[in-house]
């Protein structure tokens, strides 16, 4: 192993072990804030958690992708998941209070800590030889698998936790996503060095003898690249969101609930470095179009059987390897099109339009979760992958 592959390799375990304790994070807020939102303030807001969290990620991006330009990618994503863990404190005081605007504030920052995630992918492409983009950036996305799975099946030490402590029904699981972050946080300050984007910098000014202001490949397929990234996240946040509440309401447990988003999570993230390394074999466009296929899948199940918990269940699973396999290939796809400092900044811009999109998605899908039932939900969201499909043109195929 030559000296760069063996700092690739470092950066990207020290990636590894963040994404797999913010992961923790992450499971909680998907499997209950749903059903802590419903509690609080009613079906029609059930979707608060995840419109702020997303929002939250959408608000925090372009900053941590400017604050990583100016110091490097270690002080952003160490910042990012503290700020992770203060939302969790925050939650577990709103919930106590049922106070919804506290609530929402919460999530929001709980939704910094997907922004890391989102930023963290990318940090795993800073030094990667292109041959590797997507096998690299997918083994970063692979592991939020672990902390991912595991949060949404907590209840039962979150409940121990939360009767030791005092506090407010469906908490004790934020209790242990404090803990993840604030480890992720010094996990980051601590071990991620050399910084990627430092080094990276800093081989593209001894190549060049300038600084790289960087270029981009191809606009027609950077916004393919982009849109699709977006569309799918909407379509996967606005399905999975209403999932819990559509259970809850059909008499599942808790533990159901857990159980079922643990399966949709592993779905996003268990088989990203098959989809990275399909990606990097036969090309980014195959993959992420791929992914809108199961999409369509997804929602075309739940359309049809959305009272069968076990087709709820099966659905979740497709549409969680959908979003995978668009996002894993569409953000190779930005990362190959952009060079230098550019990168940098269209990165950030993806996942706040990234981040955006979701936010919407989750923000209506309450409201037509209340008026059109589940299935519907699952038919408006089949009108997005169609709407991603379709954006592919002539000329892109040419361009990857």
């Known amino acids: 192993m030559n000296a760069d592959t063996a700092i690739q390799s470092r950066i990207v375990r020290v990636l590894v072990a963040g994404q797999v304790l913010a992961g923790l994070g992450q499971g909680a807020t998907l499997a209950i804030g749903a059903v802590i939102a419903n509690e609080v303030a009613g079906e029609a807001f059930s979707g608060a958690a995840a419109t702020s969290s997303t929002l939250g990620a959408a608000i925090a991006a372009i900053p941590l992708a400017r604050l990583a330009q100016r110091l490097g990618r270690r002080p952003a994503l160490a910042l990012g998941a503290a700020t992770a863990a203060s939302g969790s404190i925050l939650t577990v005081i709103a919930t106590g209070l049922e106070f919804f605007?506290?609530?929402?504030?919460?999530f929001a920052m709980l939704g910094v800590g997907t922004a890391v995630g989102l930023q963290a992918r990318f940090a795993a492409t800073d030094v990667a030889e292109p041959s590797r983009r997507g096998r690299d950036l997918s083994l970063v996305v692979w592991s939020t698998t672990i902390g991912a799975?595991?949060?949404p099946n907590l209840f039962g030490p979150g409940v121990a936790i939360q009767d030791a402590l005092g506090l407010p029904e469906h908490t004790g699981s934020f209790?242990?996503?404090i803990a993840a972050q604030v480890m992720a946080s010094l996990l980051y300050l601590t071990a991620l060095r050399p910084d990627p984007l430092i080094l990276a910098r800093g081989r593209a000014v001894l190549a060049l003898a300038t600084p790289d202001a960087g270029v981009v490949r191809g606009r027609m397929a950077l916004v393919f690249a982009i849109g699709s990234i977006a569309i799918s996240h909407a379509v996967m946040v606005s399905v999975m969101s209403m999932t819990p509440v559509h259970l809850s309401n059909h008499g599942a447990?808790?533990?159901?609930i857990g159980f079922?988003?643990?399966?949709?999570?592993?779905?996003?993230?268990g088989l990203a470095p098959l989809f990275g390394w399909a990606s990097d074999r036969w090309g980014r466009l195959p993959v992420i179009l791929g992914g809108q296929a199961l999409l369509a899948t997804a929602v075309i199940l739940i359309g049809l059987a959305s009272e069968s918990t076990l087709f709820v269940t099966v659905a979740l699973v497709v549409l969680g390897l959908g979003w995978?396999?668009?996002t894993v290939s569409g953000s190779a796809l930005v990362s190959d099109l952009v060079t230098g400092a550019t990168r940098l900044r269209v990165q950030g811009r993806t996942d706040t339009i990234m981040s955006l999109a979701g936010a919407v998605g989750a923000g209506a899908a309450g409201p037509v979760l209340a008026q059109i039932g589940y299935s519907g939900l699952a038919w408006v969201a089949g009108g997005?992958?169609?709407v991603a499909a379709s954006i592919v043109r002539?000329?892109?195929p040419q361009l990857l």
């Open 324 to 326: 995978s396999a668009a």
């Open 149 to 151: 799975v595991v949060g």
């Open 260 to 269: 079922t988003i643990s399966l949709h999570v592993a779905g996003m993230f």
């Open 101 to 106: 605007p506290v609530l929402i504030v919460g």
């Open 394 to 396: 002539p000329r892109v």
């Open 253 to 256: 447990s808790l533990t159901i």
């Open 384 to 386: 997005l992958v169609v």
């Open 175 to 177: 209790v242990i996503a």
